[in-house]
Structure formats: C-alpha cells, structure tokens
C-alpha cells in the first residue's frame, strides 16, 4: 500500500507497478507528537502528517505486507515533515519505504523533463516489481479530464476552493449545506490530461515524460509559478463557494481576496486547524453562511416546532422574544407585533445556557406582566441557542446581529460586535443583508473576556477600567496577542510602577488595533456600528475610531442588538 497526500503523485504509476494507494485525509486528534518534534507553529496539516506517519499503532490497510510513503515537497513544511519522520522509529517501523518527490513549480518541457526523472527513479528503486504499461494507459484514462466532468456538471453546488480539508469538515459542509459540495481543494478531485493518441509508438522514457507533463497540467495549486488557470475551474451553477485554509499556512490567503472580490456569490472563508475539535467551533460560520440560501435551505433548517413536535407558534399570542444566549451574558428583547422593543433583560449566562435564558424571559415576562400564553415565538440566537429547548426557532448571531442593528440605524454597512468570547465584523448591503462576516476564535485576545482579565490584574472591576485611560500621559503598548502572554506585560509595567491609565490605555490600544484589523480584511466601509457589551468601554471606542478615521454609532443598549434582530426574526415565521 502506498499512501500519498498530493494530486501530483504519480498514482497511475503505481497502478501500473501492481501497488495499491491510500490517500488519508482524516483531522487529528492533537498533536501531542508532532508538537515534540517540530515548531507547534508550523502548518497544521504538516503536523497532522506527522501524527500519522509516526504512529505505529495504525495501518493502512489490513493485510499490507509493506507500507510506503510518498511525499512531494510541494511546500517547506512537508520537506520538514518528512525529514522528521525519516527519523522517527515509529515511521521507520511503518512504512518499508519511504521517499519525497522534487515537485517542479511549472509544467513547462524543462520541469516536465525533470519530474520524468523522478518518476523513473522510482520505477527503478521498485526494480523488483514488474512496470506494465497497458496498466498505466487504462489508469491514466480512467482518471483524466474529471475536472471538465465538474465543471460541466450543471447541479447546484457549494464550491470548497482553498487548501485541502479534513474529511470531517467535508462531511459537516456536506451535512449542513442546502446544495451538493463540490471539492476542489488541493487535496480534493484529481484529474490529469487525457494520454497522446501516438502512446503505442513511445518508448517508455518518452511515455513517462509524457505522463510527467499530464501531472503537472492538472488546475495549478497555489505553489505553483502561474495559476490564472484556477480562475477558470468553477463549475456552471456556482451557488456559493466556501474558501478553506489550514493555520499557519499562507499560501491560500493570497487567493481568497480576489476570489471575494469576482465570485458575484456569496463567500465564506473558514480556517480549521486539521483537529476534529474544529467542527464545533466552525458551526456559526458554516450557520450564517447557509441563511444566505433561503431559496435551498428550509430542509435543512426545519423549525423546531415541526421537529419537537411540543412547540407551535401561539396564534394569540402578542409578544415575540429573541434570546442572545452568549458565553457570558445572556440576553432578552420582547417586541410587539409591530417590532417596538416592549422589554429587555440581562443575565450572566453562567454554566448553563438553558437557565440563563428561562431566567432571563422570566425577567421579561415579569416586566410586562405576561405569561407564557401571551407568548407567540420564541427565536434564539448566540453560541448557546441549540440549548435551549423552549425556542422554536433558531438563527445565527451573524444574521441576528445584522438583523438588529439594521432595524436601529439602516444606514449602517459594518457592525463590529465585541462580545465576551468572540469578536465579529459584519459587513451588510443596503438592504441590510450580510455581505461578509469575520469571526475571531480560540483565542480570547481582544475580546470581553480579555479585558475582564486585565480588570482583575489590575485589580479593578470591569466597569472601572471602562471609564479608565482616557486622562492617560504616555503612550505604552501591550505586544502580545496572547491573552496569558499580555497579562504578563501587565504586571510588568505594574512593577514599573506606570500609571494604571497609561496601562489602561494600551489596553485599550491592543483590543482596538485587533478589531480594526479585522475591518480591514473584511474590506468594511462606514457608517460603523459598535455592538456587544465592549461598545460601553470609551477608550475602546475612541481607540477604534482613531483608527477608522470616524465616529461609531452606538446604541442605547448595544448589547441587545442581537436579541433583538431574533425577536424580529422571529416576526418573519
């Protein structure tokens, strides 16, 4: 068995050589290995590879006399990979053979002529395996032109363009998406040039060569010197394209801005870092990306009173309520049937997203004096939404978030929204529709979260830090962006005895720059509203507007925009 990772492997060759092939594609579990062994900062498929290829524990296949590895240096980090693993017992225990392939940056006669070398240099290290050629023409055909096959195809389709995805993650898309998912990632469908008519007049060096210009033919990945041929891989019928890159890699990032700018469909960039651990965390992308398809979607996104069975919208009732369950306060509004804004609340979410949100409501409800018959919809939004089994209905805080600040000021575009685990920038159209979001994860750095942190460094409460830093005198930084790293630097300027405004301020500074950078790759444009419990910070929103270049709107209770957008959701059911 001979397991491989890039489209450029020669896997018709092995075909031909009598070997079969297996190409892994499964996220890891962590790196507690691979960690050991090379910089954690490294691409996160890298590290992954390094998890399989040195566990000795597992096997391709059942069976396998003996197991190989080819790898291609198609970037640095695999070149490191399988250095290390060249030295690892685990792998040389595994794999009876192993070796890398010097893959050329073009498919030029020159490059072609080179990779022709490498492949015959492994069909003479497989000297004792018989290389039959009728073999290679059969698998040569049967894989070729299979791109053309996609892009013909004229069935809905959610593209997944980018660097290569787990197959976890494929699955959740394929689960979650209302339309087929097509991957044409680096690591998704491979397709090579049909053979030359002329093959049975080729001497063998010449069909190698021959095969060796059909690899690096296929549609370029992003290493390679010219990918303008990427632009033409789409197929007909585009309904939205997901754009995937692993941590720490960069060559996919340059791509995913001209993408956004020409696809004419909505795009949703995900970032995985090749755990299993992602998925969760990707659900409130992958959740407002498929509200943009309400034409395809209600299949998928059964309400939960037809599901549950319990919950049905109460025809008399007069209230409709959104609940903002975030991960550390949540969040009530009860509006009317004309949308007016009746009552609000506000809880500490705590450790349970369902309490935190019955005790809201009952907040609520004792407000106006209500019942649950006076009641109508439920619509519940935020992380904590599929937890609460009273709602009947729920939305992502993208759309929700979007939805509310609309409704409040409609000449709004971009909503940045500090929460207390997340920060987001939402950009909207006229008609108050999400044109592209950017969401900040696995990290609490300029966040709500952050800063309550530094509150109790310095000692302060939170709402004191908040009206903090304005009367500052000089101009310190924190340079971390690292939440544990930057409470260090705290308490090394305590220790410098600097005033605790000044601290403050560059507090202030850092949470600002992260958001404004986040602006900026969301390609936002003003008027600019600020939402989330951050927006009551002043230094926060004056170091913000520095940096935009201009005011921020904000409203009365910036913290119940989302809840509110629910509440109006729920209107439309």
């Avoid at 004792?366 to 609460?388: H, P």
């Avoid at 090394?492 to 507090?507: F, G, M, T």
């Avoid at 500074?509 to 951050?534: C, D, L, Q």
Wanted: charged fraction near 25%; proline fraction near 3%; hydrophobic fraction near 35%.
């Amino acid at each position: 068995m001979v397991t491989y990772i890039c489209k450029y492997t020669p896997v018709e060759l092995f075909e031909a050589m009598g070997l079969k092939t297996s190409m892994p594609n499964e996220e890891a579990v962590d790196f507690y290995k691979s960690d050991a062994l090379i910089h954690p900062s490294i691409c996160s498929h890298a590290k992954q590879l390094i998890e399989m290829l040195t566990d000795s524990g597992s096997k391709c296949c059942d069976g396998c006399e003996k197991e190989e590895i080819i790898l291609t240096n198609c970037c640095d980090s695999i070149r490191r990979v399988y250095d290390i693993c060249k030295l690892s017992n685990e792998h040389r225990k595994k794999y009876g053979y192993s070796t890398i392939l010097d893959l050329p940056h073009a498919d030029n006669d020159a490059c072609a002529g080179h990779y022709t070398g490498e492949l015959m240099r492994l069909i003479k290290e497989h000297r004792d395996t018989l290389f039959d050629r009728e073999k290679l023409l059969n698998a040569w055909s049967d894989n070729a032109d299979k791109w053309l096959k996609l892009i013909n195809d004229k069935t809905p389709a959610i593209v997944l363009l980018g660097a290569r995805a787990g197959d976890g993650l494929i699955a959740s898309l394929e689960t979650a998406l209302p339309y087929r998912v097509a991957d044409l990632t680096c690591g998704g469908l491979r397709s090579i040039t049909a053979p030359p008519e002329n093959s049975a007049d080729l001497s063998d060096e010449e069909l190698i060569k021959a095969y060796a210009k059909a690899l690096l033919s296929q549609v370029p990945c992003m290493r390679m010197e010219d990918v303008s041929a990427r632009k033409k891989m789409l197929p007909q019928n585009v309904k939205g394209i997901v754009y995937h890159t692993v941590r720490f890699c960069d060559y996919y990032s340059f791509e995913y801005e001209d993408v956004v700018k020409t696809a004419g469909v909505p795009v949703l960039k995900l970032e995985s870092d090749y755990t299993a651990q992602s998925s969760g965390q990707l659900s409130t992308r992958i959740g407002a990306f498929l509200e943009n398809f309400e034409d395809g979607s209600d299949e998928k996104r059964a309400t939960k009173s037809e599901t549950d069975g319990d919950n049905k919208v109460n025809e008399n009732g007069k209230y409709y309520i959104g609940i903002d369950s975030g991960s550390t306060t949540t969040n009530v509004v009860a509006t009317d049937r004309d949308g007016n804004i009746m009552a609000s609340g506000i809880v500490r979410t705590g450790v349970g997203a369902a309490k935190a949100a019955r005790e809201a409501l009952d907040d609520v409800k004792s407000q106006l004096g209500i019942s649950d018959d006076d009641i109508r919809l439920v619509m519940a939004t935020g992380y904590g939404r599929d937890f609460i089994s009273f709602a009947d209905d729920t939305r992502t805080e993208i759309s929700c978030h979007a939805k509310g600040a609309h409704a409040l000021s409609p000449k709004i575009r971009t909503i940045i929204d500090i929460g207390g685990q997340d920060s987001k920038v939402i950009c909207l159209d006229e008609s108050g529709m999400v044109k592209n979001f950017i969401m900040n994860d696995k990290c609490a750095a300029g966040t709500g979260r952050f800063l309550e942190m530094m509150a109790a460094t310095l000692q302060m409460s939170l709402d004191d830090i908040g009206s903090k830093g304005l009367d500052f005198k000089k101009e310190l930084t924190i340079s971390s962006v690292c939440t544990v790293f930057a409470e260090s630097e705290v308490v090394s300027l305590i220790a410098q005895n600097e005033s605790v405004d000044d601290i403050i301020h560059a507090l202030n500074k850092s949470v600002a720059s992260k958001i404004t950078a986040m602006a900026g790759r969301a390609r936002s444009e003003g008027p600019f509203m600020m939402t989330g419990g951050v927006a009551r910070n002043a230094g926060v929103r004056t170091e913000i507007e520095k940096r935009l270049g201009e005011k921020l709107i904000v409203p009365k209770a910036p913290d119940l925009a989302g809840a509110l957008g629910a509440a109006l959701f729920a209107m439309e059911i």
